[in-house]
């Protein structure tokens, strides 16, 4: 019933942006806070940003504060995460995650992923 449907990543070069895009259904969009995850090969999950259910505040990881930004588009069903001046270590997996409560044990439903390379 729930689902959530990342697009948009891809390569990009060192300074390049992205901007992903994740489709949500089956729940009331409105109500719940989201996440941004990711991964890099051979690592484990890292947490990105948070936006609440009205998007009115949001919380950024150290290693992307300024660089990226989280929204969403209640009338749309989507939140989206614009990357700006990326770098290398920005490649890895990326994961959207509807929040039922707060925390990691809070992060009740993922989607699959899509994967972004920063490279040359």
């Known amino acids: 019933e729930v689902q959530l449907v990342e697009s948009g990543g891809g390569l990009v070069q060192p300074g390049g942006s992205l901007r992903l895009s994740c489709a949500a259904s089956g729940f009331t969009f409105s109500s719940y806070g989201l996440n941004w995850v990711r991964q890099a090969p051979g690592k484990g999950l890292e947490w990105v940003s948070t936006?609440?259910?009205?998007?009115?505040?949001?919380y950024y990881a150290d290693s992307v504060k300024g660089r990226f930004t989280i929204s969403r588009d209640n009338a749309k069903n989507t939140l989206y995460l614009q990357m700006n001046s990326m770098i290398p270590e920005d490649t890895g997996v990326y994961y959207c995650a509807k929040f039922i409560q707060g925390g990691w044990d809070g992060m009740d439903y993922w989607g699959k992923g899509t994967p972004v390379t920063v490279s040359l």
């Open positions: 936006i609440n259910s009205g998007g009115g505040r949001t």
